[in-house]
C-alpha cells in the first residue's frame, strides 16, 4: 500500500494577507470571496493564519469599535501548524484532529507556502483508501491465509484510534509527539507528557478474567478523557500503559492534574482485592520539555524520561506520581559535579 503525501491533495490557490492589514479589509474579503480562511505571510513564508472561528470568538469578545482598530496580526492563530508537502496523509491527519484545527497551510522545502489542506480533504482521502483497502480484505478472504493477515495488517495501520480504549493508538501517538517536539523546540514553548500504568493489572486480569480487565481499560480511558483539557490527547501506550500529550503545560501544572486524575480514579472504587489499595488505581511518571530545556533531545527521550520516573513512582508505593524535567546535557553533568562536592575524589584530597 502507497502512501499518499499532502502534496497530491492540497489547493494551490490559497488567500494570503500581510500580518499589517486592517483586519476589517481582511473581514470584508473573506466575506465577498466565500473565504472560510486566509493565511498570514511574511514574504511567502506562512506566519498565520484567520478563520472564521477567530471572527466569532473577536464578536463575543469585543465591541465593533475595538475591531476595527486591529490589524491581522492582533488575532491571527499562532505558533502555525503547517506541514510539508511530503507529509503522508495518515500524519497530516493525525495533527489536524488532534489539535481540533479544519485548516492547515502546507509549506515547501524552503518554508514557504505552496498550499492548503483541509480536514474534510483529509477525512475523505481517508476514508477511500481505507474502504478501498477493506475491498481488498474482503475479495481477499478466499486466499491463502498469510495473504489475508497481510490484508488485515494493512487496514489496522489506517486507523489512528485504538479499538478497546477508545484513544488514540501508537502510531498516532508517535506523529503527534514528534510534531509536538518539534514546535517546542522551534517557539520555546513546554510541553509535558504523562504515562499512567494501572497498578497490578496482570493480577486484576488473573483475578477478575479478561473480559472485566477489557472494562477496567476503558473506564480508565474514560475517567482521564472527561478531565482533561480539549488541546490534551490521550494514546494508549501499550498494555495497560496510557501516555497523555500535555502541550504548552510545565512540570508544575502537569503535577497537579495527574494528581488529580489518581485521585479521581481511586474514588471511583473499582474493586480490585489483588492490590495493596484494594481499589483500582495508577502509578504514573511525568516528563516535561521545558522551554528552556534540552537542546538536540527527542520526543522518545521525554517518553524515555517518564518511563523512568513510572518506575520510580511504582517503586515508592504506587498510586502516585513522580515527575520531573528533561535535562540539556550541560545541565546534566552540573548536576552531577554538584553530587560529587564535598567528597575527597572531587577536592583533590
Given at each position: ?9 492540497m ?14 479589509d ?5 466575506l465577498?470571496?466565500h ?5 498570514v ?5 506562512p ?25 491581522v ?10 506541514v ?11 495533527m ?14 524552503d ?6 489542506v483541509t ?30 493477515l ?7 495501520a ?6 478497546l ?9 508517535e ?10 523546540v ?23 478474567g ?5 472494562m477496567a481499560?476503558?473506564?480508565?480511558a ?16 501499550g ?18 492534574l ?13 474493586p ?8 483500582l488505581?495508577?502509578s ?15 520526543w522518545n ?6 518511563d523512568?520516573c513510572?518506575?520510580?513512582?511504582k ?35
Amino acid at each position: 500500500m502507497q502512501d499518499i503525501f499532502v502534496k497530491s491533495l492540497m489547493t494551490t490557490e490559497v488567500a494570503v494577507t500581510p500580518p499589517a492589514a486592517d483586519l476589517m479589509d481582511v473581514i470584508q474579503t473573506m466575506l465577498a470571496s466565500h473565504y472560510s480562511c486566509m493565511v498570514v505571510t511574511d514574504e511567502d513564508v506562512p506566519v498565520g493564519i484567520v478563520t472564521e472561528r477567530d471572527f466569532i470568538r473577536l464578536l463575543a469578545e469585543r465591541d465593533d469599535r475595538s475591531i476595527r482598530a486591529l490589524k491581522v496580526r492582533d488575532v491571527m492563530s499562532r505558533p502555525l501548524i503547517a506541514v510539508g508537502e511530503d507529509t503522508t496523509l495518515f500524519d497530516a491527519l493525525v495533527m489536524i484532529t488532534s489539535r481540533n484545527v479544519r485548516h492547515v497551510p502546507v509549506v515547501d522545502g524552503d518554508g514557504k507556502l505552496s498550499g492548503l489542506v483541509t480536514l474534510t480533504d483529509l477525512a475523505k482521502s481517508h476514508f477511500q483508501v481505507y474502504e478501498k483497502q477493506r475491498e481488498i480484505i474482503e475479495h481477499s478472504i478466499t486466499a491463502r491465509t498469510r495473504q489475508l493477515l497481510e490484508a488485515n495488517e494493512k487496514l489496522k495501520a489506517l486507523s489512528m484510534v485504538d479499538p478497546l480504549m477508545g484513544i488514540g493508538n501508537r502510531r498516532a501517538m508517535e506523529v503527534d509527539l514528534a510534531y509536538s517536539h518539534a514546535q517546542s523546540v522551534r517557539y520555546s514553548r513546554d510541553y509535558s507528557v504523562a504515562l499512567f500504568d494501572i497498578d497490578f493489572f496482570k493480577a486484576y486480569n488473573d483475578c477478575y478474567g479478561h473480559l472485566a480487565g477489557d472494562m477496567a481499560l476503558r473506564k480508565v480511558a474514560e475517567h482521564l478523557q472527561i478531565r482533561i483539557r480539549k488541546s490534551d490527547r490521550l494514546y494508549r501506550y501499550g498494555g495497560e500503559e496510557i501516555l497523555l500529550l500535555l502541550p504548552e503545560t510545565p512540570l508544575a501544572g502537569a503535577e497537579i492534574l495527574v494528581g488529580r486524575l489518581l485521585e479521581g480514579l481511586a474514588a471511583l472504587h473499582i474493586p480490585h482485592q489483588m492490590s495493596t489499595h484494594k481499589v483500582l488505581t495508577m502509578s504514573c511518571g511525568i516528563a516535561c520539555q521545558a522551554a528552556e530545556g534540552s537542546k538536540g533531545k527527542g520526543w522518545n527521550d521525554v517518553v524515555a524520561l517518564a518511563d523512568r520516573c513510572l518506575y520510580q513512582a511504582k517503586q515508592s508505593g504506587r498510586n502516585r506520581y513522580a515527575g520531573t524535567e528533561l535535562q540539556s546535557i550541560t545541565d546534566a553533568i552540573k548536576s552531577c559535579l554538584r553530587g560529587f562536592e564535598g567528597s575527597p575524589a572531587f577536592s583533590g584530597g
